[in-house]
């Protein structure tokens, strides 16, 4: 499974998701935005104005979510 976490660096956010996926086991891609004009389009595209931007490839969601870390978790995705 491909996770894609659209960061920028001293996001305190960010920073949590990445270390939350860590401890489930979880593999992702990290892309800074600021290093990335394409992905910064893409996510603003999105509508999102926010990092982290998490996506899988069911949804993307803004922001440090611990419920859907778990859920990711929890439906057995291979890291």
Known sequence: MAITIY???DCVH????????DH??????LVNLLDDEQ????VRALGYQQV???QTPQEYWSGFRP????LLSASAIPA
């Open 7 to 9: 960061t920028k660096p």
């Open 14 to 21: 960010c920073h949590a998701t990445c270390r939350a996926l």
């Open 24 to 29: 489930k086991g979880i593999d992702y891609r």
């Open 39 to 42: 992905a910064l389009h893409h």
């Open 52 to 54: 982290p931007v998490v």
């Open 67 to 70: 419920d859907k870390i778990s």
